[in-house]
């Protein structure tokens, strides 16, 4: 597998390509935004580690040129104290984040996750569409899309976002536990998988407005419905 690194800090970088070097990876580097989307240009890379501070401009414009391609999995990378950051990754399309300093273990442990729900799509020429729906509104997992068949608005999703739909979908009107959605979305939690889905359902929540209601149960999940 190919990762990209976009990583300014020639230590930080050498460091994270050295490791995915041992750990069997194809490594590419770029320092910057502009040095990204030409390598990008050149060859696709299978998953992406962006750095969200760049010298030439928000890592934000790689995660988006990068979302054009749905096989190819992205991680953005933000800092400590950044919630915001997060949130314009994810809203640019990311799959997931890694926040600074983070271990060895945790971030092979988000790549073989982000890895897994896009290798099919890589295998698969034309993958068929797994659908499910509540109400009016349409959710393609395989696109990464949730429609609404009343007035025709659509919305992008992140394969993140996807997953925890498609689960309160399958579950409607019913509640679902924090536990079970971090156990089917991420494969492999880590101890910062709880705050991870805390970001992702907030963004989630964002793209969906109020045409889905989704309950916050204090102590137990979430639940889409009545």
């Not at 809203?91 to 890694?98: E, L, N, S, W």
């Not at 492999?188 to 998988?193: G, H, L």
């Amino acid at each position: 597998m190919r990762i990209l690194v976009v990583e300014d800090d020639d230590r930080v970088a050498r460091g994270l390509v050295r490791a995915l070097l041992r750990a069997g990876y194809r490594v590419v580097r770029a320092a910057d935004v502009a040095e990204a989307l030409e390598l990008i240009d050149e060859q696709v890379p299978d998953l992406a580690l962006v750095d969200m501070g760049l010298p030439d401009g928000h890592g934000s414009a790689v995660v988006r040129k990068l979302r054009e391609q749905p096989a190819t999995g992205v991680l953005v990378v933000t800092a400590q104290d950044s919630e915001a950051e997060r949130v314009v990754g994810l809203r640019a399309g990311a799959d997931d984040y890694v926040v600074k300093p983070f271990s060895l273990a945790e971030l092979l442990a988000r790549i073989e996750a982000v890895s897994r729900r896009t290798r099919a799509l890589r295998q698969a020429v034309a993958p068929a569409a797994v659908v499910h729906c509540w109400g009016t509104l349409e959710l393609d997992v395989t696109a990464r899309t949730v429609r609404d068949g009343a007035d025709g608005w659509s919305a992008a999703l992140t394969a993140i976002e996807s997953a925890v739909l498609a689960l309160l979908f399958e579950r409607a009107g019913q509640p679902v536990e924090r536990g079970f959605v971090i156990d089917q979305v991420w494969e492999a939690p880590t101890e910062s998988s709880s705050r991870t889905l805390d970001t992702h359902m907030a963004t989630l929540r964002g793209k969906l407005g109020e045409r889905v209601a989704i309950r916050t149960l204090r102590g137990v999940g979430y639940q889409v419905g009545p």
